[in-house]
Structures are given as structure tokens and as C-alpha cells.
């Protein structure tokens, strides 16, 4: 069988369910990544913070999610997991292995790893703003809240964009990783496709060709994003 058939939407065509497992990749990613500005915001404001306890949980937060590999986060939130429904299910007399959703864990486990890293880019972008301009906004009259909204958040959201934009791209690529809870993503679906036919090099290829499509879609719309946040600026 050739590959244009292999890879092609007929009868025995495996490019469907590449396609969609490739939509399982990038709905993972995102989940994550969205989770992870959230967990990366709320630990760049404890790294701020003038309280000590709350910058030592940040800092004790960024250095193991940053020291670790990330498919023992993986494992460990997997197991883990799976161990503590265990429990809770022993308590009703289920027994018996339970499994957490591979799809939940992933999400997850992105969102944890890609915050301790997104924490440092929201530091660092705080870190190079124009103290001007907020001292201009309290000289108008502003309150905290408004300043935050209206100078600080856009003004840390522009600076921040290339750091996000990088961890983008490396979230996309470790979202292969989450294969390994039997979640049924691109890279998985390409095994599968390989395993079945015998044609390792024309899926893995297909995989390849899918994740740059999707990659370089996404160096685009942050390019494109930068410029729309920078215009007016030198």
C-alpha cells in the first residue's frame, strides 16, 4: 500500500484519525498551557511578594518543576492519582486498580510544568517595566486595582509575549509525553499506525510534518500578536 493511501481519508486511509488525534494534541496543550499562565501569574505575584513565606513556596515551586523530568511528573500525577481514587473507592468497598483520566492528568501535568516556567517570564517581564509610567498613573489619580489593570497587566503581557511564545513550542512537544498514560495523541496514533502497517517511517514522518504545521502556525500568531501589542512603540 502506498503512502498517499495509507495517509489518505478512504477505505483503510489512516488520515483521519491522525487529524483528529492531532486535535487531542493541541486541546491538550492549550488546557495546559492556559492552566499553567494561571499557576505561572499566581507564583510570579508570590516571587514579588514582600512575604516571605509566600516567595519561598514560589521559589521551592519554579526549582522543582524546572530540576525535574517532566514525564516523572507525569507518572507521578498518573499514579498518584490513581492511588488516592483507589483509596477513596476502598472506602466504598471498590476494589480494584482506578485510573484517573489520561486526558485530566495531562492537562495537569502541562499546566504544572509549563507554570513554574511561565512564573519566570511574568517575573522578568515585571522585573523590565518603565516604573515611570506607573508613578505617571498615581500621579492622575489611579488606584492600585486600576493601575494593575490598566497599566502593569497590558504592559507585562506585551513584554512577556517571546518568553510565552517559547513555552508554547515546548509544551506542544511534550505533550507527546502524555502518551504514555494511554492517551491516544498524535505521536500514540502514529505509533498505533506503524505498529498496524509496518510502515514506522511514512507515520512518523506524517507525525513530523503535523507537529511543524502546527508549530510554525503558532510562531506566526505570536509573531503576528507581538507586532499588534508593540505598534505605536520603537
Same mark, same amino acid.
Not at 516567595?55 to 517532566?70: F, I, S
Not at 495523541?185 to 506503524?194: S, T
Not at 510502515?199 to 499588534?228: D, K, N, V
Given at each position: 500500500?502506498s503512502?498517499?493511501?495509507?495517509?489518505?481519508?478512504?477505505?483503510?486511509?489512516?488520515?483521519?484519525?491522525?487529524?483528529l488525534a492531532a486535535?487531542?494534541?493541541?486541546?491538550?496543550?492549550?488546557?495546559?498551557?492556559?492552566?499553567?499562565?494561571?499557576l505561572?501569574?499566581?507564583?510570579?505575584?508570590?516571587?514579588?511578594?514582600?512575604?516571605?513565606?509566600?516567595?519561598?513556596a514560589?521559589?521551592?515551586y519554579?526549582?522543582?518543576?524546572?530540576? @525535574?523530568?517532566?514525564?516523572?511528573?507525569?507518572y507521578?500525577?498518573?499514579?498518584g492519582?490513581?492511588?488516592?481514587?483507589?483509596?477513596?473507592?476502598?472506602?466504598?468497598?471498590?476494589?480494584?486498580?482506578?485510573?484517573?483520566?489520561?486526558?485530566?492528568?495531562?492537562?495537569?501535568?502541562?499546566g +504544572?510544568?509549563?507554570?513554574a516556567?511561565?512564573? $519566570? @517570564?511574568?517575573?522578568?517581564?515585571?522585573?523590565?517595566?518603565?516604573?515611570?509610567?506607573? $508613578?505617571?498613573?498615581?500621579?492622575?489619580?489611579?488606584?492600585?486595582?486600576?493601575?494593575?489593570?490598566?497599566? @502593569?497587566?497590558?504592559?507585562?503581557?506585551?513584554?512577556?509575549?517571546?518568553?510565552?511564545?517559547?513555552?508554547w513550542?515546548?509544551?506542544?512537544?511534550?505533550?507527546?509525553?502524555?502518551?504514555?498514560?494511554?492517551?491516544? $495523541?498524535?505521536?500514540?496514533?502514529?505509533?498505533?499506525?506503524?505498529?498496524?502497517?509496518?510502515?514506522?517511517?511514512?507515520?512518523?514522518l506524517?507525525?513530523?510534518?503535523?507537529y511543524?504545521? +502546527?508549530?510554525?502556525?503558532?510562531?506566526?500568531?505570536?509573531?503576528?500578536? $507581538?507586532?499588534?501589542?508593540?505598534?505605536?512603540?520603537?
Amino acid at each position: 500500500m502506498s503512502a498517499f493511501t495509507l495517509l489518505g481519508f478512504g477505505p483503510g486511509g489512516w488520515g483521519g484519525a491522525l487529524l483528529l488525534a492531532a486535535g487531542t494534541t493541541l486541546a491538550l496543550a492549550l488546557c495546559g498551557f492556559l492552566l499553567g499562565a494561571v499557576l505561572g501569574g499566581l507564583a510570579a505575584s508570590a516571587k514579588l511578594s514582600g512575604l516571605l513565606p509566600l516567595r519561598l513556596a514560589a521559589d521551592g515551586y519554579t526549582t522543582l518543576l524546572r530540576g @525535574v523530568p517532566d514525564l516523572l511528573v507525569i507518572y507521578l500525577l498518573y499514579f498518584g492519582g490513581s492511588a488516592a481514587l483507589g483509596s477513596i473507592a476502598g472506602l466504598f468497598g471498590v476494589t480494584g486498580f482506578v485510573g484517573v483520566p489520561a486526558f485530566a492528568v495531562g492537562v495537569a501535568a502541562l499546566g +504544572i510544568i509549563s507554570g513554574a516556567y511561565q512564573a $519566570e @517570564v511574568f517575573r522578568g517581564a515585571y522585573l523590565a517595566l518603565d516604573r515611570g509610567q506607573i $508613578e505617571a498613573a498615581r500621579a492622575v489619580g489611579m488606584h492600585r486595582g486600576l493601575i494593575l489593570r490598566r497599566v @502593569v497587566a497590558p504592559l507585562v503581557a506585551r513584554d512577556a509575549l517571546p518568553g510565552l511564545g517559547n513555552v508554547w513550542q515546548i509544551l506542544l512537544k511534550d505533550s507527546a509525553l502524555v502518551s504514555v498514560t494511554g492517551l491516544v $495523541e498524535l505521536l500514540r496514533q502514529a505509533q498505533v499506525g506503524a505498529g498496524s502497517t509496518r510502515q514506522p517511517f511514512t507515520f512518523y514522518l506524517a507525525a513530523g510534518a503535523l507537529y511543524l504545521a +502546527i508549530t510554525s502556525l503558532s510562531t506566526w500568531g505570536f509573531s503576528r500578536a $507581538e507586532a499588534h501589542a508593540r505598534r505605536g512603540t520603537r
